[in-house]
């Protein structure tokens, strides 16, 4: 599905109040790793609480041991002090790099902000080598977007 399609799909999921935040969380998980080909895994981690760590949230794929990420370690950890997109083509190239399965080849990770603070991302796992472009970055921009505005 063309990710135009998708955009239509994250704003009814995150706009349905009868479902809780984590329901719905849960629902994009499965959209995204549903109808974009080599999303393997989709996930969402928060900073837990004051703490310098993230906290795994809903996600799709296989089960991680992966539920707290001190802040600096792995991609996700640096992502949460750089506060930027990070994307990696191969994760075996990176030497801060968690592997959370030994089929991940490629990750990308793109941070939620709430009122101007990073307070989690969005996290996607690939099996394919290489596979995301700039349309991926600015399809997870916009769910973080979107995703912000309930949290």
Known sequence: MPFENLKPKVETIVSNTKKTVDERLFEICELLEKHVEYYNWVGFYFRNGQKEELKLGPYVG????????????????????????????????????????????????????????NIGQID????????????????????????????
């Open 62 to 117: 296989e089960p991680t041991d992966h539920t707290i990420i001190p802040f600096g370690k792995g991609i996700c950890g640096q992502v949460a002090l750089s506060n930027q997109n990070f994307v990696v083509p191969d994760v075996s190239a990176q030497d801060n790099y968690i592997a959370c399965s030994i089929t991940v080849n490629a990750e990308i990770v793109v941070p939620i902000f709430v009122n101007g603070q």
């Open 124 to 151: 996607i796992d690939s099996n394919t080598p290489d596979p995301f472009t700039a349309e991926d970055e600015r399809l997870l921009e916009f769910v973080c977007e979107k995703v912000s505005s309930i949290l």
